[in-house]
């Protein structure tokens, strides 16, 4: 198991931008396969970029163009640059891990999920 602490939460208005942090306290982030996840109030839990080990990324198409995945090894960090956010980018977000190759926006393929950190966006 990893242990993983999200940060960089905030309240911002819409247009503006966030980074989100998420660092390993255990094992080496290079282990695994990592994605974002975001649950709004009454909603599910939406997939929104995933990496792999080798750098490989997938996005949602509500986030393509805006968000980017990227994560340093070195420093067991996996961070997402939100840019142009919008009021609809208001939710929960949460760092998940997966031990090996495979990687997607599906929930139930991850074993390994942070506590969250919020973003608010007011227009």
């Known amino acids: 198991q990893v242990q993983l602490l999200e940060s960089g939460g905030d309240s911002v208005q819409a247009g503006n931008s966030l980074r989100l942090s998420c660092r390993s306290l255990?094992?080496?982030?290079?282990?695994?396969?990592m994605a974002w996840f975001r649950q709004a109030p009454g909603k599910e839990r939406e997939g929104v970029t995933a990496?792999?080990?080798?750098?490989?990324?997938t996005y949602s198409d509500s986030v393509k163009g805006r968000f980017t995945i990227s994560r340093d090894n070195a420093q067991n960090t996996l961070f997402l640059q939100m840019n142009n956010l919008k009021s609809e980018d208001t939710a929960m977000y949460y760092c998940a891990a997966r031990f090996g190759t495979i990687f997607g926006l599906r929930p139930d393929d991850y074993t390994n999920w942070g506590r969250g950190t919020q973003v608010t966006v007011s227009s």
């Open positions: 255990t094992n080496p982030l290079s282990w695994y396969s």
């Open positions: 990496v792999d080990r080798f750098g490989r990324t």
